[in-house]
């Protein structure tokens, strides 16, 4: 069946760097875009960015846009959130995400990964 | 960017009551939302996409309706695994998507 597993969780340095990792499996991984996708404690979802497979395309938030890459790696069917200069706002569960028959909704989500930024 | 504002932001319901949580957005999205239920500690689960299309395997006690900029999600007798936090999200500016900030259900 149609699985994404993340890496497991990570504490950082504030003005770190931190690469979360979703490994999909269950299906082609150049069919689907993978979107990423952040929760901070308590708080709501925030898109985070999308990442084509097939082409590379990529999309991210205007908010992160200076700090975040985002990368699939084919042969291993794994895509990578990479995010630099952490600070403890970027505390979060980072989530990756993409829809099988729906390529606007997301009916696939990994189990999501927990950063915490602290000093 | 497209703002999604939910309200309630929460509600207090009982087993069998009908719930209604309302998603507005800042500009026209026509049909391009959809409902998602968030469990603590689980990441969330689609329940309605294109605003009133129940995804597979969810309740028909779940229904979504609206378009263009007001949208809601019922759900017509609770149930006590209904507990949970729902979130709208609109796909008309996909992949620049934007949620709401979420309603939670709690018990009565």
């Known amino acids: 069946q149609v699985q994404l597993v993340q890496s497991g969780a990570e504490v950082k340095k504030p003005g770190a760097s931190v690469k979360v990792s979703c490994q999909a499996s269950?299906?082609?991984?150049?069919?689907?875009?993978i979107t990423w996708v952040r929760q901070a404690p308590g708080q709501g979802l925030e898109w985070l960015g999308w990442?084509?497979?097939?082409?590379?395309?990529?999309k991210y938030s205007q908010i992160l846009q200076a700090r975040v890459t985002l990368t699939t790696d084919t042969p291993t069917s794994t895509a990578y959130l990479e995010l630099r200069s952490l600070t403890s706002d970027d505390t979060a569960i980072y989530y990756c995400?993409?829809?099988?028959?729906?390529?606007?909704?997301?009916?696939?989500w990994g189990q999501g990964t927990l950063v915490t930024v602290s000093s | 960017d497209i703002q999604m504002t939910q309200s309630p932001s929460s509600v207090s319901a009982s087993v069998g009551d009908r719930v209604t949580i309302t998603c507005r957005a800042s500009?026209?999205?026509?049909?391009?939302l959809a409902w998602y239920q968030q469990k603590p500690g689980q990441a969330p689960k689609l329940l309605i996409y294109?605003?009133?299309v129940l995804q597979s395997g969810v309740p028909s006690r779940f229904s979504g309706s609206g378009s263009g900029t007001d949208f809601t999600l019922t759900i017509s007798s609770l149930q006590p695994e209904d507990f949970a936090t729902y979130y709208c999200?609109?796909?008309?500016?996909?992949?620049?998507?934007?949620f709401g900030q979420g309603t939670r259900v709690e018990i009565k």
């Open positions: 500009q026209g999205i026509y049909s391009w």
């Open positions: 999200q609109q796909a008309k500016s996909f992949p620049s998507i934007t």
């Open positions: 294109a605003a009133s």
């Open positions: 269950g299906y082609t991984f150049t069919d689907y875009a």
């Open positions: 995400a993409f829809g099988t028959d729906l390529p606007y909704y997301f009916d696939s």
């Open positions: 990442i084509a497979p097939y082409n590379g395309d990529t």
